[in-house]
């Protein structure tokens, strides 16, 4: 009743006939016309009563009261439905200048965002100066894992973490089973790496957490870092990956001094491996 009071009837393209309404907003009789269903049903669906409801009228019912994705989720809630996918609200699409400050704020240490998709978005400079990460290097977090052979020798206990990382690559496409994209990125590994598509037929689920690394660097030897992946609720869409440094092989001063101007200089010159 409250998102009904607030779509106008011209907002909903009917016309407002100049009458006065007793309360704002559309009446039941329109919001029914409108998602094609029938008025009684409309009623009792307001008042919560125990009655058939699909997916499809929802969306409908959904569509006439211009909810915002988050709304529509909360919708299927209340119908006792297994909510969509969330989606990004149109207000929330912009919010890369905030992540970008985010990950820079975590300098020293190496912090990235990937898509749905693990496809890098955006990273600091301290990714690029660790990971490797730059504009010339494979875009796609998975694709690398198992297909740079850089990134696999500085890796170390590299095929203990690959069915962690598999698992957690199979949870994320379970969220969205009919997203194309998914599909497209897992034939493209397994055309790639043999490793990968052996370890996708085991159907092993992770959610995405925590996984501990251990990273040879050619300048300063060791790093122990923990890359834990946190979700922003109003961007599903996105993932940020922060690795914190574990109290080992002095992995912070490590960092610390590879993101200074004397470190900078040092990773100018060729070092072998």
Known sequence: MSRRARVSP?????PDGGARRRTPGLRREEVAV???VGVSWYQWLEQGRDITVSPQVLDSVARVLRLSPAERRHLYVLAALNPPAPETAPEDRDMCDGLRRLIDAWMPFPAHIMDAYWNTVLYNDAAAIVLGMGPDTVQNCLVTFFTDPLYRTRMGHWEEIAPRVVAQFRSACSESPEDEGFRQVVEEV???SPEFAELWERRDILPGGQNRKEL??????TLYVEATQLRVPARPDLVIVLHTPLPEAGTAEKLEWLVSPEGRRGAMYPVAG
């Open 34 to 36: 409108l998602a094609g």
């Open 10 to 14: 011209a907002e909903a393209g009917l």
């Open 216 to 221: 040879e660097h050619p300048l300063v030897g």
């Open 190 to 192: 397994k055309g790639l």
